[in-house]
Nanobody, 121 residues
């Protein structure tokens, strides 16, 4: 019904930058929020950043001041600009959407397949 396609992962050195993008397609009436989660080996998946319909954003404390989330409402795309990357940012990053496919039909758990981000010298 709805698909999230992610891109932008890769290998970068500490202090470098990377930009992730995620585009939602399929049956979409409206999007309430989109966000990024990450999961490192041996750890639980955690929220990195989210943006809701009125433009408000939330960030994990560990990425505040370094990461910026934004949305292109016309293209159903969310982006995550990642600056000053640290080795501890290494993880698989997953895009998430909370949306209505049709009026009254809400899906809070639409996920992308994930993209690997590795920060290493």
């Amino acid at each position: 019904q709805v698909q999230l396609v992610e891109s932008g992962g890769g290998l970068v050195q500490p202090g470098g930058s990377l930009r992730l993008s995620c585009t939602a397609s399929g049956s979409i009436f409206s999007i309430n929020a989109m966000g990024w989660y990450r999961q490192a080996p041996g750890k639980q998946r955690e929220l990195v950043a989210a943006i809701i319909g009125d433009g408000r954003t939330n960030y994990a404390d560990s990425v505040k001041g370094r990461f910026t989330i934004s949305r292109d409402y016309a293209k159903n795309t969310v982006r995550l600009q990642m600056n000053s990357l640290k080795p501890e940012d290494t993880a698989v990053y997953y895009c998430n959407a909370d949306l209505y496919s049709t009026p009254g039909v809400r899906n809070r758990d639409v996920w992308g397949q994930g993209t690997q981000v590795t920060v290493s010298s």
